[in-house]
């Protein structure tokens, strides 16, 4: 499965809205009712972090700033009011199908 | 608080053999639930799952590199590996690993270990 991720850079203004697309090229609907895509945070030199699973479940600390949507083949990691602490590089992942497949990613700076 | 750590070294010779190992803190690799697998990051092609492995050695790998990877675990230790073999500088990459569920994705990551290949 190929998630096309947009866009691979991102100008956000502080206290703005601010979201990335991941679209896959077949349905991400799992046997079991779920849609597994889940979208991470990496900050420079550190780990990455996961801010939703299953399409729109949060993490536990995560703002609630940060949401996730989507059904089928198209996704949204949105956050609502761009903070300073959110320049970082944001990515989205499926788990429905073998072998789980990542996005390429969004570089999200403050514009 | 489950955390994971790369170690291994930073350089390979093209032709030679990656070995890297994670070690886990925080939580028993043989208890089930989790899968605990590799990923990695290169400039040119982004993100790859190379594979991930069950407490019990069940391993899976991605089709792409199936033939040239080996995952192991060693629960006594708390450590599960990873061997590429024949590698190219097309392996130069951030190496990850991580907890991951069948379906989920990641939940907890290593900081990641850098590994070039370079004669």
């Known amino acids: 499965v190929v998630m096309t991720q947009s866009p691979p850079s991102l100008p956000a203004i502080l206290g703005q809205p601010a979201s990335i697309s991941c679209k896959s090229n077949q349905s991400l609907v799992h046997i079991d009712g779920n849609t597994y895509v889940s979208w991470y945070q990496q900050r420079p030199g550190q780990a990455p972090r996961r801010l939703i699973y299953k399409t729109s479940y949060r993490e536990s600390g995560v703002p609630d700033r940060f949401s996730g949507s989507g059904s089928g083949t198209d996704f949204t990691l949105k956050i609502s009011r761009v903070e300073a602490e959110d320049v970082a590089f944001y990515f989205c992942m499926q788990g429905t199908h073998w072998p789980q497949t990542l996005g390429q990613g969004t570089k999200v700076e403050i514009k | 608080q489950v955390q994971l750590q790369e170690s291994g070294p930073g350089l390979v010779k093209p032709s030679e053999t990656l070995s890297l190992t994670c070690t886990v803190s925080?939580?028993?690799?043989?208890?089930?639930?989790?899968?605990w697998g590799w990923i990695r990051q290169t400039p040119g092609k982004g993100l790859e799952l190379i594979g991930s492995i069950y407490y019990d050695g069940s391993a899976y790998y991605n089709p792409s590199l199936e033939s040239r990877v080996a995952m192991s675990v060693d629960t006594s230790k708390n450590q599960f590996a990873l061997r590429l073999t024949s590698v190219t500088a097309a392996d130069t990459a951030v190496y990850f690993c991580?907890?991951?569920?069948?379906?989920?994705?990641?939940?907890?990551w290593g900081p990641g270990t850098l590994v070039t290949v370079s004669s």
């Open positions: 991580a907890r991951l569920g069948w379906n989920d994705g990641p939940d907890f």
């Open positions: 925080g939580y028993a690799i043989y208890t089930s639930s989790y899968y």
